[in-house]
């Protein structure tokens, strides 16, 4: 008998630890993005493929805004409820987190009974996405620009809608901040199939071209081996370069095998026109999960995080003990994550995924042997064609209305949509979904003022596109005003005129009933971007001093505003020199601020500066874990090694490159 596919709800319980509030300060400058080709010189891109490297210059990020940083996150693990949505026929059951970008977290073969996605069993954020927090595991859906996507650990919108064939798919969707993009991915699994189907869609609803970027990310278990139909490999390490290198080996080592090595390293495959795209990790006996789309999705890539002890390390923090490690198989638009791809005006790009179990011949062996029998395994399973017809099917249910609401995500595309009247059938964005963050923007757009705040507390989120920028420029001119122009003038490039609104604003009559200190923050990052260290010092600490005056209460809103400038301004008067007043500054966060790990890192910076070398390797026996420490981030070594002590304890190896100085393992 034919089971009929279903979509239920379901709650997970997982030990998780909180999100906590965002940053409420505006990320002016952006978090470190370790995927860039820093170390690179013009004549070593020479050698790469002209169109790569025309794509890789292209619209880079420059800037987080309108997205805030989450940082606000801990390592304390609780039992705490997860929503889901179950997709499930008589072969497959895929769990779906619609509050957490939609990440597909378990994708289980019922005959066999095999998880075939490297399931995490705790919810542990890590500063991994280009705004922050993340999670590791499942299959993710990354939008934007180069990295994990902003909406890592936010809610999507989520719906029931028809599906080919007669039954029903998931649909989730939400508009993506960076680019001002919307966006769908649609998942079903018809009845009897061994594949859930995945059709992916970005709109450009603007009059301009728009650079967009896409990867699905598919963490799977780490004792595999990776096989994708290439011959040549694109290799990026954290050393920041990029070269072209042989499949499967080089210096002698297979690199198909995750474990073989040593550093962390992401593999672009170079798969050559025409040829089936696909990638599959299959352990000893040819099992495992394939991956497989249509044309458009041309990238596939693996990424390792190496048998060293830093990439140990990263697998651990991001779990619990006892889990199993795992790489990553992905598929992009293009044919590395330093790439961005051209989306040309009111146009828009689709396509579909498939993913599902295969069986195939051991993939130990002579490469292209290996290949044609893995490629043969895939043809019997799921058909090139069978492929392209489910895309075709597909697309006339695209902009099929949705039946019943499941998840609701932000209230951004609403706003956008009012402001704009686009017409995006298939991806409803109603007024209802506008929230506090929406409310003064949407007053903004009706009454050409922007609101004034009930009462005092940090200022909500600047919106930056240039239609909002343009409404703020002929707004009345109040300090909240100027401030948020401002931000969105920076945003711009025009750092001069930014800086203009916000001296404005402080010379205002009505700035004295406004905050001054958020004022205060941005002139002070402008000139640290300008190499004014020591004004930058004297302005960090007169901000400080205003928001400790202005300070309402203890809430979180309060005590994250507290905590994010206390550190910049510590940082700040730490390289003007200065340790006295950073010690100041210090003494006046709240005790719970001072415990957390950031902050022992940073008091263990401090104490360096103080001379007080004993007591900062006591900072580091004691021990402390920095919750938000960066991917690619060497400061723990550095700091330790400031004190002479020897050797970086294991705890607080993060390293995911070879020492400069030393001969580089593989």
Known sequence: MVVVTTIRREVLTLPAAQLGPDNPLPPLRPLDEVHDVAGQDDKELGRLPRDMVRQMRYAPLRSLLPVRVRDGYERTRAPRPVDALVLENDRLRATVLPGLGGRVASLVHKPTGRELLYRNPVFQPANFALNGAWFSGGIEWNIGATGHTTLSCSPLHAARVPAPGGGEMLRLWEWEPLRDLPFQVDLWLPDGADFLYVAVRVRNPHDRPVPTYWWSNIAVPEERRVLAPADEAFHFGYERRLRRVPVPAYDGIDRTYPLNSTFAADYFYDLPDGRRPWIAALDDAGDGLVQTSTDVLRGRKLFVWGAGPGG???QEWLTEPGTGGYCEIQAGLARTQLEHVRLEAESEVAWLEAYGPLSAPPPAGEWDAVLRR??????AALPRAAVDAAYEAWKPYADADPVETLATGSGRGALEVLRAGWKLPGTPF???TLGEAEEPWRELLDSGSFPQPR?????????????WRDMLETAPATPLTEYHLGV??????DRAQAVRSWERALASPAAQASPEWPLLRCLAVADEEAGHHERAADRYAEAFDGLCRERRDDGPSWTAATAALGREAIEALLRAGRAAPARGVW?????????RGRFRLLEAELLLAEGRHEDVRAVF???????????GDERLGQVWARTGAGELPGRYDFRMRPDPARPSPS
């Open 312 to 314: 140990r390390r990263w």
């Open 374 to 379: 893995t490629e043969e395994s895939l043809a």
């Open 430 to 432: 109603p007024e209802s």
């Open 455 to 467: 009462e005092v507390r940090p200022p909500g989120p600047s919106l930056v596109a240039p239609p």
């Open 488 to 493: 969105a003038q920076w945003h711009a490039g």
């Open 587 to 595: 003494e006046r966060l709240p005790a719970g601020t001072r415990e």
């Open 621 to 631: 026996e004691e021990g402390f874990e920095v919750a938000d420490l960066r991917e």
